[in-house]
């Protein structure tokens, strides 16, 4: 008596407590998001600021700056496109093969329901009456109604199933005809949005090839395009306390500094500066140069949250994992950024498309590690 009782107790208290918990979670959930705006409105400030410097150095950044910016829309609308294409390619195949299915029904049922007509017209139109007839024992003309009745029924019903399923594959195969169009038209798109993406890397290397006639030596290169040590550390303090008290919200939450030689390659491919040795344009690599094909997915070496997805002069468009504990990955160098800041990222998780943006002769990937700012060997850190 004791155990039912304490059973009703439980059973009646459950939903109270679901009750009072979700108000709960509602409150933690408008905290969180809060918070989360409070932390992208700091950190486009941040990025506003760092805007605001580089266009005081000069003209050369802002040129390639709204060069590059034009390559990124360009990639992302063409992105949009390719996954709404996937998208309908797969509904398409599903409506194929609803179509196949109900055909495939189809034909069993016009053998079974020709069978019924045949045997219809085999008794004629009277079929009744000669059922009737045909009976030796009144006793029978009960039973053999109630056959005919059922028989006429199951006739009846067979028929509208049929034309039920004629018309529902009448309605699928003008879908597959509409889907097919629409395919159609996202293909030339596709095709349109590749054509300004072309236009737009051959806008970028225009402007490049300015930039580079106005300097007649190296130095003045760097000095214009060149990466500010001083500026990327900034940036990365305002960055590291920006996101310092904003919570994990990953699955796979170990310590960063658990992950040695653990962590996936942000791209496959060929090393053309390791750490320490020198970059294309001279200066000293302080992560990795990696050559990639324009267009290649760019991805998270471990997990994270956004923390910069914007360009930045020396690095062009450029993406900042922030990893807790003072631990970043810097991707640069890219075409398109494909995360928002405040956006929570998994291992593998594509964040950018490779590029070569900032003032790069090549599409190739410049990949850092830093802990507190200062720059870490990758290789150790990275899967053999």
Same mark, same amino acid.
């Given at each position: 008596m004791r155990t039912a009782a304490l059973l009703l107790m439980l059973a009646l208290a459950a939903p109270v407590a679901l009750a009072q918990g979700a108000p709960e979670r509602a409150q933690k959930e408008a905290a969180a998001q809060k918070r989360l705006d409070a932390l992208? !409105? +700091?950190i486009k400030a941040i990025a506003n600021e760092q805007r605001g410097l580089e266009s005081e150095r000069g003209d050369a950044a802002k040129a390639l700056r709204a060069a590059d910016g034009k390559?990124?829309?360009a990639v992302r609308a063409l992105r949009r496109t390719e996954a709404g294409i996937a998208t309908q390619e797969l509904e398409l195949q599903q409506l194929e093969a609803k179509k196949l299915a109900l055909e495939a029904g189809l034909s069993e049922q016009r053998e079974a329901l020709a069978a019924l007509v045949r045997s219809a017209y085999a008794l004629g139109r009277h079929e009744q009456? $000669?059922?009737l007839l045909a009976q030796d024992r009144m006793s029978d003309l009960a039973r053999v109604l109630a056959y005919h009745r059922y028989f006429q029924a199951d006739r009846q019903q067979r028929i509208t199933g049929l034309l039920a399923e004629l018309r529902e594959l009448a309605a699928v195969a003008q879908q597959i005809v509409d889907q097919r169009q629409i395919l159609e038209a996202a293909r030339l798109q596709q095709q349109t949005e590749l054509d300004a993406l072309e236009a737009q890397r051959g806008e970028r290397a225009g402007v490049l !090839?300015?930039?580079e006639a106005q300097f007649k030596d190296r130095a003045a290169r760097l000095a214009a395009l060149g990466r500010d040590e001083k500026a990327v550390l900034r940036l990365l303090e305002q960055l590291r306390d920006a996101v310092a008290d904003i919570p994990r919200q990953v699955d796979d939450n170990r310590p960063f500094a658990t992950r040695r030689g653990q962590l996936g390659r942000p791209l496959a491919g060929t090393a053309l500066a390791a750490f320490g040795g020198r970059l294309p344009d001279g200066r000293t690599s302080d992560g990795l140069l990696i050559a990639g094909t324009a267009g290649a997915e760019v991805r998270a070496v471990a997990p994270g949250r956004i923390a910069y997805?914007?360009?930045? $002069? %020396?690095?062009?468009l450029l993406t900042i994992v922030d990893h807790g504990d003072g631990w970043m990955s810097l991707y640069a160098f890219n075409d398109a950024l494909l995360k928002d800041v405040g956006d929570w990222v998994r291992s593998g998780e594509p964040l950018a498309t490779v590029g070569s943006s900032g003032g790069q002769g090549r599409p190739a990937l410049y990949f850092e590690l830093r802990r507190? %700012?200062?720059? +870490?060997d990758p290789k150790p850190w990275l899967r053999p």
């Open positions: 992208r !409105a +700091q390559v990124n829309e009456l $000669k059922l !090839a300015t930039v997805s914007d360009w930045l $002069k %020396g690095y062009g507190n %700012g200062q720059p +870490q």
